[in-house]
């Protein structure tokens, strides 16, 4: 079973004031510490997994510059046999672009599977895997909790909204867009990264791909960051713990909980 | 004038709340602009009472029925849609961004040409020209999305962005029965069953006080912690997603979209950040209060009271003083 799995590194803004840059097109990135997409990691992991049980090889690919490898040598440390990073350039992405340069780059490449991840954490499209797919012309599912393929097939479970899941049968080749909590992705050590530094990493300009200009063209543009509309928000209570754990009780209280 | 096509998503026979927020939108965006609101159902051979109840809300119902149809199939409903697109060439279409809508639009986009912009919490038209307002950083900021011009454009809706007003809507929409495509190809999809994933010991829907932990419990072992603190004050132990998809509490205690929606007297949440599908589940909820280290958390902009500090630090205040 060959996989091809898509990551992104993204800016880690858990716990993290988010500044504006000046252009109000986005925000400043210098002091931001980056990971791999949350989503994605499982996508890894659920690759080498399947990998593990079936055999064939992984390969992961993202699009980015020179320290965007980084999450690539991390998909290698897993357990990735190999890795494309695809050069932009210049270029301007949006969702449709990423789409189309990870179409062109798959195509050349033996695949039964290709994972992605339900979402990044930055622009929060989830369109782009199943873009992919429809641009290879593959079948696909999204949100997908559970993968087990059974010779030219899997079964898939898509999870749904209000605690149900979909179970379904899927043909192969077929494009998987997966969401967190699918496993428990292994731990990465520094030593297991250093020694993935001898697989195999490719790195190729976008301009090589031979896409149209009009497949470079993004489709859509932010014309605008701002912070979100104001609302009353919650009082705030201050105090030290002792007077916070007081208001808090007494508050449930006054709701007509007996505590 | 040109027409706005709503994706009607429903499942086991009934028409999920996606859709009546999407039509209610439309509605919205119809009348600054003199479109016409058509809603397509793809249903199988027992439509029930649906058809009739999208008539209310839309001036024309396109209707697919057999078989085929049963069962959400990603594959079908794009073959379906984007042979609608191709004909009726829709200037806006809106799609749920829902687990199926996630799995259709961006397909759509693909087969018709045109620009998609996902999870949307507001559509503008401004001189007719479409505008997406969508969250980026989950939820930490707001974005405004243009567009390379098209003769269409499609959308998926954010659940709960839209709120439809209660007794509004009672239109008498035209149905229009449509042969289903018959060259439709071959699908590679094979639907088996629904699983319900909520079921289990704890049921967080009925609890008066729910004590909710998320990511900011930072360990496994640290959940002990909380499920005392929740003992102690007689509440019901919840979570956010985080905590299920690290398997450090069964499914059956989460909170939000794709798990439970409750609707405790008081929602006590501890460390959990607020993202919107979280939030979601906790709409029914009579206060919220909020603990959480990042002042700026998203939860705080929906619960009542809140609280900046480690969360350890209240807990420990608390179970000391009850």
């Keep these: ?259 | 004038m040109g027409e706005i096509l709503v994706v009607v998503e429903h499942r086991k026979g009934e028409i999920r709340e996606i859709t009546r927020e999407m039509l209610f939108k439309a509605r919205e965006l119809c009348s600054g602009a003199s479109h016409e609101l058509a809603a397509v159902v793809l249903v199988g051979d027992d439509a029930g009472s649906m058809v009739q109840e999208v008539a209310k809300m839309a001036d024309k119902v396109l209707v697919f029925q057999g078989p085929r149809f049963e069962n959400f199939d990603s594959h079908v409903y794009g073959e379906v849609l984007t042979s609608l697109v191709r004909e009726r060439k829709p200037f806006l279409t809106l799609i749920g961004h829902t687990s199926w809508g996630m799995d259709i639009a961006p397909a759509l986009a693909v087969k018709s040409g045109y620009p998609l912009a996902t999870d949307c919490v507001n559509i503008l038209l401004e001189d007719g020209r479409p505008f997406a307002i969508r969250q980026i950083y989950s939820g930490k900021l707001f974005s405004r999305v243009s567009f390379r011009e098209s003769a269409g454009y499609v959308f998926t809706v954010r659940p709960g962005a839209f709120l439809v007003p209660e007794g509004e809507l009672q239109r008498e929409g035209q149905i229009e029965m449509h042969e289903p495509y018959p060259h439709m190809a071959k699908t590679g999809k094979e639907f088996l069953e629904f699983v319900d994933t909520g079921a289990g010991d704890v049921d967080i829907t009925q609890a008066e006080l729910l004590v909710s932990v998320g990511r900011g419990v930072g360990e496994e072992e640290n959940i002990a912690r909380i499920r005392e603190l929740a003992d102690v004050m007689g509440g019901t132990l919840s979570c956010s997603r985080p905590v299920v998809d690290k398997n450090w509490l069964p499914k059956y205690h989460q909170v939000g979209t794709s798990g439970k929606s409750v609707k405790p007297k008081v929602y006590f949440a501890l460390g959990i950040s607020g993202a919107f599908q979280h939030v979601a589940g906790i709409a029914g909820a009579g206060t919220v209060i909020a603990v959480n280290k990042d002042k700026k958390a998203p939860i705080f902009r929906v619960a009542d009271y809140g609280v900046v500090d480690d969360l350890f630090n209240v807990v420990s205040a608390l179970k000391e003083k009850l």
């Design chain 1, 1 to 259: 079973m060959n996989i091809v799995v898509c990551i992104k590194r993204v800016p880690m803004t858990q716990e993290v004031d988010l500044i504006i840059d000046e252009g109000k097109k986005g925000v400043r990135k210098e002091e931001l510490a980056y990971v791999i997409n949350d989503w994605d990691n499982y996508a890894i992991e659920e690759a080498v997994l399947l990998q593990e049980k079936f055999g064939g090889t992984v390969t992961a690919v993202t699009i980015g510059d020179e320290e965007d490898e980084e999450v690539l040598r991390r998909a290698l440390a897993m357990g990735a046999d190999k890795s494309v990073r695809v050069d932009p350039g210049a270029r301007e992405l949006d969702g449709f672009v990423v789409a189309g340069i990870l179409a062109r780059v798959i195509r050349d490449l033996e695949f039964d599977l290709v994972l992605t991840g339900v979402q990044a954490d930055d622009d929060n499209l989830g369109m782009v895997g199943i873009m992919v797919a429809e641009k290879l012309g593959i079948g696909h599912a999204s949100v997908v909790v559970g993968v087990e393929p059974e010779g030219d097939q899997a079964r898939v479970k898509v999870e749904l909204e209000g605690g149900m899941d979909e179970v379904s049968n899927l043909r192969l080749p077929a494009l998987l867009t997966v969401q967190t909590g699918i496993n428990e992705p292994r731990y990465v050590s520094i030593m297991g990264i250093r020694k993935a530094r001898k697989k195999e990493l490719n790195v190729i300009g976008v301009e090589e791909l031979g896409l149209s200009e009009e497949d470079l063209t993004p489709m859509t543009r932010i014309e605008e960051v701002f912070l979100p509309p104001e609302t009353d928000g919650a009082e705030m209570l201050e105090g030290d713990s002792s007077a916070v754990a007081e208001q808090i009780i007494r508050i449930i209280r006054e709701k007509g909980v007996s505590i």
